[in-house]
């Protein structure tokens, strides 16, 4: 059993930042490989980025490389997501997600197995 609860959502201006957190708990959980996702209404979910369980490797959507950074701390059993010069197109509810399969970072929603409620995050132009 793997819980996960995303936190940092909020409204910002073009340009700005947010820090996204994903606070993981339950047994194993330190083990697990974390990704990244977001959904804007209408549209399908999408991945941004993802990290393995040792954090030493990442992977990000074209959409967000070079803006948007990954990072985890196990010993806080926490995965970050740091956005920087937020667009309005980065508008969307983001949503935390672990998969069993710890070594590499996964860009697929069908690859996890746990999901966070999601927080909302909207950029003004």
């Known amino acids: 059993q793997v819980q996960l609860v995303e936190s940092g959502g909020g409204l910002v201006q073009a340009g700005g930042s947010l820090r996204l957190s994903c606070a993981v708990s339950g047994r194993t959980a330190s083990t697990y490989a974390m990704g990244w996702f977001r959904q804007a209404p209408g549209k399908e979910r999408e991945f941004v980025a993802a990290?393995?369980?040792?954090?030493?490797?990442?992977v990000s959507a074209g959409s967000v490389k070079g803006r948007f950074t990954i990072s985890r701390d196990n010993a806080k059993n926490t995965v970050a997501l740091q956005m920087n010069s937020l667009k309005p197109e980065d508008t969307a509810v983001y949503y935390c997600?672990?998969?069993?399969?710890?070594?590499?970072?996964?860009?697929?929603?069908?690859?996890?197995?746990?999901w966070g409620q999601g927080t909302q995050v909207t950029v003004s132009s």
């Open positions: 990290i393995t369980w040792s954090g030493g490797s990442t």
């Open positions: 997600a672990a998969t069993r399969v710890a070594g590499i970072p996964r860009s697929t929603s069908s690859s996890y197995d746990y």
